[in-house]
């Protein structure tokens, strides 16, 4: 499995935690899960951390997904 990479964080003046990947904005945390985030991702792979805390994991179905009729545009 390739490991996660182009993710970014930012800790906002309020204390909110803002995760970006590829310069996209992936998720905003506040009170105690941004505490609980910001103790993870000192003590661990700060990529793998973001990934999980986004949820963007490769999963194997990005192809069926992409080619849902739900999904095209």
Do not use: C
Not at 9 to 31: E, F, K, M
Not at 33 to 42: G, H, M, N, S, T
């Amino acid at each position: 499995m390739p490991r996660p990479q182009g993710f970014t964080y930012v800790r906002r003046p309020d204390d909110s935690v803002t995760i970006t990947h590829g310069g996209r904005p992936a998720g905003t945390l506040r009170g105690v899960r941004a505490e609980r985030f910001l103790a993870e991702v000192e003590g661990e792979d700060p990529q793998l951390v973001m990934a999980r805390w986004t949820g963007d994991y490769k999963r194997g179905n990005e192809r069926t997904a992409r080619n849902h009729p739900r999904n095209r545009r």
